[in-house]
């Protein structure tokens, strides 16, 4: 209309027709403007399938993004369980119902051994869920019931996984000589949660100083304390004999003088058929007889773990002990 009137020759107003035209327009573009930038501030809003995609993807990486989702969220089984799958962790926020469902508990100690923590008491009694949380995280142990911290198979296989799990456990575990050994051999400071009597056990605290962990710790928190100062012990500590029943290579070995007596020629030979060959001066002790050995095993590059060796000799029932190190050789010709 304006547009109209500005354009008709019979205005006589002109000047008022000319601001009336540049008003509308101007308001016109500011109208425009407005519904421009709402439509950018204000998208439509999100498909509820697509919001739970979006949060579970954000779980994964923080599942404390599950704490603000509403309460019905956290009490959905199917949703949780899918936060779980993808992070442990989740569960602390899901509802208390469902930190008491077992299926949905074991899906979150599998990725996360921590979440252990946030399952029920009766679940944290569970012995196939605790195994699974210590499976997947030694230090899981820490939030099992009192009664299976104090199962041997439930610690050993948290300690096989990681030795301070054994800080974890009570009682009978901390006085089983496998379970510690097996601490001891991974760390010397393991020692610190064995049973006293294991203290005073001497291949329990040769396996602590063969660790190379806090050799003068091991020193201290063996009973008695004078076990390591004694050069017989620190001897055997120093042979590449491996004590019984540490998990070593076994070489089965055959002795017999040369022919002018002068040297002990030895063959040993290991289950996978690989056979290696030394020489020994005639005064040989076993200690020289390990390391020989040992030192012609590692050139074969078979193993990374033989830094220490089990030696059977023909004609022994078990393999040479490392406190049978200072022995002559010959002893075992005659």
Not at 305 to 317: E, K, M
């Amino acid at each position: 209309v304006v547009d109209r009137l500005t354009s008709s020759p019979l205005t006589v107003f002109t000047p008022l027709f000319l601001y009336l035209h540049h008003y509308v327009h101007s308001e016109a573009s500011k109208h425009h403007h407005h519904r421009t930038m709402a439509s950018i501030a204000m998208p439509p809003s999100e498909d509820p399938l697509q919001a739970q995609t979006r949060l579970l993807a954000e779980v994964a990486l923080d599942s404390e993004k599950l704490r603000s989702a509403s309460a019905s969220l956290r009490g959905d089984r199917d949703f949780v369980l899918r936060a779980v799958g993808r992070r442990g962790s989740a569960l602390e926020f899901g509802s208390e119902a469902l930190r008491s469902d077992r299926e949905l508990v074991l899906a979150a100690v599998k990725q996360s051994g921590s979440a252990l923590q946030h399952a029920s008491s009766a679940l944290r009694g569970d012995r196939e869920v605790v195994l699974a949380a210590v499976r997947s995280d030694s230090g899981a142990l820490e939030y099992a019931s009192e009664e299976l911290r104090n199962d041997r198979e439930v610690v050993l296989e948290a300690v096989q996984k990681c030795w301070w799990a054994l800080g974890h456990a009570k009682g009978e575990p901390r006085k089983d000589r496998e379970v510690v050994l097996e601490a001891v051999r991974q760390h010397g400071w393991a020692l610190e949660y064995a049973d006293p009597v294991l203290r005073k056990d001497p291949l329990v605290v040769m396996r602590a100083v063969r660790s190379g962990d806090f050799a003068v710790s091991v020193k201290r928190l063996a009973k008695p304390q004078n076990m390591c100062d004694e050069p017989s012990f620190m001897v055997a500590a120093s042979c590449r004999l491996a004590s019984p029943g540490e998990r070593a290579p076994v070489l089965f070995t055959t002795l017999e003088w040369s022919p002018d007596r002068s040297e002990i020629l030895c063959e040993a030979c290991l289950l996978s058929g690989l056979q290696l060959r030394c020489a020994l001066r005639g005064e040989a002790s076993v200690a020289d007889l390990a390391q020989a050995l040992q030192h012609e095993l590692s050139k074969e590059m078979v193993t990374k773990d033989a830094a220490y060796i089990h030696v059977q000799l023909d004609g022994l029932d078990a393999p040479l002990s490392p406190f049978e190190c200072e022995r002559a050789v010959a002893e075992f010709l005659q």
